[in-house]
């Protein structure tokens, strides 16, 4: 079904069968397959709760792969000398069960990690097991940071200490000392090249971590003269995450090379190039440089990467370096889909006889219904002004007394039947009048989605970034309705009211009329910084995970199943102790058994609901 523009974001891990359900390819078409509802139906049937989060590590070992190769054949094909050395940086999704996945899957590659904060080189000092791998020490350092990387060479491991502010150099060299260990140390460029998209404002003279050309050079004089120029392993630089157009690549690789070749003229030799992140998704599939897309692919950015670099060296004649990666977003970004399920719906109601108005009736009803009878491409605008012209006369009526309760709220029924009308007829028009295109959006359903996007999409929340949002079922149906979604949140931010479109941004998403039966969505590409930017908005925790994996027959094996928060979890980050809370609860119970305002059978049945609410999941049940 085009409309939800599968294949151009879907990268053949997903596609529609003949039964209109989702199907997923976790290691490519070639691959085994498994629908999505089908799946969830397993899940559910195992205990698990909707909504879910469902990891595939085969997209993730597939990601990685392209990857590796990309850059692989690029240096195959421009006979460049050095390696590609990819490490995975831990923010993007620092779970633990993905962080293991990347590290097993990479070790072939010899894929290592980076590092931005004191706790993120814990784990990757407790999860970095291959041999030769790097460990990129980025972010804010104190002495107990330097000190632990450096440490960690003696366990075998290659921590690289990347100087992201002048203040480390010192501390990087008096701790070194200290200890009597010769560091690995790296620098980071603050490039002048802006980047592109949202994040542009990571780049440029007033970034947060880099350094200028000049604490560049005062840095290595420095490091003569504590003699260790020749620890210097490494330049740095990263311009933000979800670089849209392929030309910022180039400007900052052009730039970091130059400033590479600067390093050697002052007589530093280092053999690593770390272009950072910033290779983007294509979220929506437009192939555009809009926020939510990118203008290139993998290939061509390998390509950029290795010729770019390649050619300054071999103008100034210098070794080829390795070159160093740190995509994240890129790689984990389309492992992960959460599944939720619809609540219920909001329609907009409308007047069953739009037509019929008499005598008797309020004349702001009798005008609105007159509306609607002459509604015709002729007078589409002003009929559209008129109708709500006498909705706020409706409104006004209501509150001066001269107009019941009841008649308003058929005004207010009348109004969006002519808006109904009006928008139908605006179709058969050449072009659509700008005041219109606010309609589509006024006359969506509301469809309540059983998920907090502040804990599952809050990038959909903070950057508006758009995510594909696909029912896994009925798609062989035709969707008859256009809706957008509210989350279970009280928040009225907790919507998602913006969705993919090959050319534009939609207001309203195609969907399915809502009965009885469950109604599953899918939302997309969420495996990159999601889950951890996702934050307790209401109390709704994290939700139930699961790893799954296909065999060869396509037979599902559920690796690891990780229990989304119980209530009394997410209340414990907010510091309510769940045996102070019953204890508080049981005595209001008692005070009020006391006064005689509450039964005994009550006032137990009302404990009871208290304790066993305390460890049910945050989200709701669907009643049915
Ligand atoms: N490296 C550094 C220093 C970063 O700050 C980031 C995130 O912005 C990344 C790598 C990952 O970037 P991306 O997810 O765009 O690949």
């Keep these: 079904m085009e409309i939800y523009g599968i294949p151009s974001w879907g990268q053949d891990f997903f596609d529609i069968n003949l039964q209109g359900r989702l199907e997923v390819y976790p290691s490519g078409k ?17 205990g698990l709760r909707t909504p879910i989060l469902i990891r595939f590590p085969d997209i ?21 000398k050095g390696k590609f050395r990819g490490v995975y940086p831990i923010k993007v999704n620092q779970q633990r069960h993905v962080v293991e996945e990347v590290v097993a899957l990479g070790s072939i590659a010899k894929i290592g990690l980076e590092a931005g904060s004191k706790p993120e080189l814990l784990i990757a000092l407790a999860e970095l097991e291959t041999p030769d791998a790097l460990l990129i020490c980025n972010g804010y350092k104190d002495r107990a940071y330097v000190e632990t990387a450096l440490l960690a060479q003696q366990l075998g491991r290659y921590p690289v200490l990347v100087i992201d502010r002048f203040p480390e150099v010192e501390l990087i060299i008096k701790t070194s ?62 311009i933000g995450s979800q670089i849209t157009t392929i030309r910022a690549h180039r400007d900052a690789l052009r730039e970091a090379s130059r400033i590479f070749v600067g390093l050697h003229e002052l007589g530093a030799k280092p053999r690593m190039l770390d272009v950072g992140g910033g290779l983007a998704v294509d979220y929506d599939g437009s192939q555009t440089n809009f926020h939510s897309s990118k203008n290139y692919s993998a290939q061509e950015y390998a390509n950029d990467v290795v010729s770019e670099i390649k050619n300054t060296c071999d103008e100034e004649g210098i070794d080829h370096p390795d070159i160093v990666t740190e995509s994240g977003r890129w790689m984990t970004a389309h492992h992960s889909v959460l599944i939720f399920d619809v609540l219920g719906v909001d329609e907009v109601g409308v007047d069953p006889q739009p037509g019929i108005a008499n005598q008797d009736d309020a004349r702001v009803i009798q005008n609105m219904s007159a509306i609607w009878r002459n509604i015709s491409r002729k007078n589409i605008l002003e009929s559209y002004h008129d109708a709500i012209q006498l909705r706020e006369d409706a409104t006004t009526f209501f509150s001066l007394g001269q107009l019941r309760l009841e008649d308003r709220a058929r005004a207010e029924r009348l109004f969006y039947s002519c808006a109904k009308k009006i928008q139908r007829t605006a179709l058969e028009l050449d072009t659509l009048p ?47 309705r256009r809706g957008v979604f509210a989350d279970l949140t009280c928040d009225s931010d907790g919507k998602i009211d913006q969705f993919i479109d090959q050319r534009d941004v939609k207001d309203v998403l195609e969907l399915h009329s809502f ?26 925790g994290d939700t139930d995970a699961v790893h799954v994996r296909l065999d060869v027959d396509g037979e599902v094996t559920i690796e690891h199943v990780v229990e989304g928060d119980a209530i009394s979890e997410v209340m414990a980050y907010v510091q309510y102790e769940q045996i102070a809370l019953v204890e508080k609860f049981r005595k209001i119970s008692e005070t009020a058994l ?8 009550d006032s137990e049945r009302l404990k009871r609901h208290f304790s066993d609410g305390l460890s049910d999941y945050t989200y709701l049940k669907r009643n049915l």
């Design 30 to 46: 070639l691959g085994p397959k498994t629908d999505l509802l089908s799946l969830v139906a397993g899940l559910q049937d195992r």
């Design 60 to 80: 993730l070992a597939k990601r990685i792969e392209t990857l590796v190769t990309a850059f692989d054949s690029a240096i195959l094909a421009s006979g460049y």
């Design 177 to 238: 000392i200290e200890l009597n260990i010769r560091p690995h140390i790296g620098i980071r460029a603050k490039l002048s090249a802006r980047s592109s998209g949202r994040w542009e404002a990571s780049s440029g003279a007033r970034s947060k971590f880099g350094l200028t050309p000049d604490e560049i050079a005062q840095t290595l004089e420095r490091l003569r003269a504590d003699d260790m120029l020749e620890c210097l392993e490494l330049l740095h630089f990263h």
């Design 434 to 480: 700008e005041e219109l295109e606010e309609l589509e959006r006024g006359l969506a359903d509301i469809y309540f989605g059983n998920l907090s996007i502040f804990q599952s999409a809050p990038d959909h929340w903070a950057v508006k970034q758009l995510f594909p949002i696909v029912p896994i079922h009925r798609l062989d149906e035709k969707p008859t």
């Design 515 to 540: 009965q009885d039966e469950p109604y599953f969505i899918g939302l997309f590409l969420v495996g990159a910084y999601q889950e951890i930017l996702g934050d307790l908005h209401n109390l709704f």
């Design 594 to 601: 006391k006064k005689g305002d509450i039964t005994i059978e």
